[in-house]
């Protein structure tokens, strides 16, 4: 068996290739375990790899907070948690353990649980992290001169790197459900999202809704009376826990087998089935719905955005590297929106050098 390498502090390190990428005027492409470097445009650059700087710092299971280095992988850290009956409220996704803690929140994907329990943002209470300046911050220990009033740690969640290089994550943690049942139902698409919102409205203990291939897929999690109760109402057929895991890791058959490109559309609660061109999953009680499709990067975008949402392409497209065909995997941003977001980045990171273009060209 292969020995699991040793927490280290290896932020001194991480620290001198920022330093010598500025004096070079070099950019740097950050990677943990690479688990999503199909997510976004291809970066050029020097490599800064922060899976050595790993391990957790800090964790007492009575305060309901881990501290842990940006190269942790999420699977070790969710075994730490298990340990204790704790968990990531927020599931984000392991991929294959490949995933580590840095990466997590660059990317803020979350899993099955998110409509119920919160997004990675919601759970992050600190951090620290390499600007641009090579100055390693811990927010909010010490204030960064012009983005006072700014939640440094929750915007570096979903940042994509673009930001700052992310050393060290503080994260509120929460116990697990003392019960956990999984059912599936048959059920039209259009009659399984009314029986969502009907069940919302009911405050029943769902924690993950999933449609696909025809059956409704709910999780259920709470107390042992109010998981027996709700499993009663609903009805349905038991359904192997495991279920969860693979849609998390997007392990299901509807991710491995249909080699067309992978695009999330995030949509408002309440939006009702809407025609997409190709394959279809329904998740987060209609929120996310994941489609495998050929169509135009326009045509999917027009849908989505009619519908009062956006979409994002999550896998390359044939023939185009870095997931780009000059449209950008990520849905545009209005031009206030691309101001704001270039003058964060030009406060944070002035010389552009953390994975410059990843998310978009302008940034």
């Given at each position: 068996?292969?020995?699991?390498?040793?927490?280290?502090?290896?932020?001194?390190?991480?620290?001198?290739?920022?330093?010598?990428?500025?004096?070079?005027?070099?950019?740097?492409?950050?990677?943990?375990?690479?688990?999503?470097?199909?997510?976004?445009?291809?970066?050029?650059?020097?490599?800064?790899?922060?899976?050595?700087?790993?391990?957790?710092?800090?964790?007492?299971?009575?305060?309901?907070?881990?501290?842990?280095?940006?190269?942790?992988?999420?699977?070790?850290?969710?075994?730490?948690?298990?340990?204790?009956?704790?968990?990531?409220?927020?599931?984000?996704?392991?991929?294959?353990?490949?995933?580590?803690l840095g990466g997590a929140v660059a990317a803020g994907l979350s899993g099955p649980r998110r409509p119920w329990a919160g997004?990675?943002?919601?759970?992050?209470?600190?951090?620290?992290?390499?600007?641009?300046?090579?100055?390693?911050?811990?927010?909010?220990?010490?204030?960064?001169?012009?983005?006072?009033?700014?939640?440094?740690?929750?915007?570096?969640?979903?940042?994509?790197?673009?930001?700052?290089?992310?050393?060290?994550?503080?994260?509120?943690?929460?116990?697990?459900?003392?019960?956990?049942?999984?059912?599936?139902?048959?059920?039209?698409?259009?009659?399984?999202?009314?029986?969502?919102?009907?069940?919302?409205?009911?405050?029943?203990?769902?924690?993950?809704?999933?449609?696909?291939?025809?059956?409704?897929?709910?999780?259920?999690?709470?107390?042992?009376?109010?998981?027996?109760?709700?499993?009663?109402?609903?009805?349905?057929?038991?359904?192997?826990?495991?279920?969860?895991?693979?849609?998390?890791?997007?392990?299901?058959?509807?991710?491995?087998?249909?080699?067309?490109?992978?695009?999330?559309?995030?949509?408002?609660?309440?939006?009702?089935?809407?025609?997409?061109?190709?394959?279809?999953?329904?998740?987060?009680?209609?929120?996310?719905?994941?489609?495998?499709?050929?169509?135009?990067?326009?045509?999917?975008?027009?849908?989505?955005?009619?519908?009062?949402?956006?979409?994002?392409?999550?896998?390359?497209?044939?023939?185009?590297?870095?997931?780009?065909?000059?449209?950008?995997?990520?849905?545009?941003?209005?031009?206030?929106?691309?101001?704001?977001?270039?003058?964060?980045?030009?406060?944070?990171?002035?010389?552009?050098?953390?994975?410059?273009?990843?998310?978009?060209?302008?940034?």
């Amino acid at each position: 068996m292969r020995a699991e390498p040793m927490p280290c502090d290896d932020s001194a390190r991480l620290l001198d290739e920022v330093a010598r990428a500025l004096e070079d005027r070099a950019p740097l492409r950050i990677r943990g375990g690479n688990s999503k470097a199909a997510l976004g445009r291809a970066v050029m650059g020097r490599e800064i790899d922060t899976r050595s700087h790993r391990g957790v710092v800090s964790y007492d299971p009575t305060e309901l907070v881990i501290t842990a280095r940006a190269g942790t992988p999420l699977a070790e850290l969710n075994a730490v948690l298990d340990e204790a009956g704790q968990m990531l409220p927020c599931e984000p996704p392991t991929f294959d353990d490949a995933a580590t803690l840095g990466g997590a929140v660059a990317a803020g994907l979350s899993g099955p649980r998110r409509p119920w329990a919160g997004s990675v943002r919601d759970f992050v209470l600190g951090c620290r992290m390499i600007t641009g300046e090579a100055k390693h911050l811990r927010f909010g220990g010490e204030v960064m001169k012009n983005v006072a009033g700014y939640d440094m740690s929750r915007l570096l969640a979903g940042s994509f790197g673009c930001l700052g290089l992310i050393t060290e994550v503080s994260l509120k943690v929460l116990p697990k459900a003392r019960a956990q049942r999984s059912v599936t139902l048959e059920l039209d698409a259009g009659e399984a999202l009314r029986e969502l919102s009907v069940w919302r409205k009911a405050a029943l203990p769902v924690s993950g809704a999933c449609y696909l291939d025809g059956r409704l897929h709910v999780r259920l999690e709470g107390g042992v009376g109010s998981v027996a109760a709700a499993v009663d109402r609903i009805g349905g057929e038991d359904l192997d826990m495991r279920f969860w895991h693979a849609l998390r890791e997007q392990r299901l058959a509807f991710f491995l087998e249909d080699q067309r490109p992978l695009w999330r559309l995030s949509l408002p609660n309440a939006t009702p089935l809407i025609g997409l061109p190709g394959a279809v999953l329904i998740d987060w009680g209609g929120a996310q719905r994941w489609l495998k499709s050929d169509a135009p990067s326009a045509a999917i975008r027009q849908i989505a955005a009619a519908a009062g949402g956006h979409a994002t392409r999550f896998s390359p497209l044939p023939g185009h590297a870095g997931n780009d065909d000059g449209n950008g995997p990520f849905a545009p941003l209005a031009a206030p929106l691309l101001r704001f977001h270039q003058q964060l980045k030009q406060q944070l990171d002035p010389r552009g050098i953390f994975n410059p273009g990843r998310m978009y060209a302008e940034l």
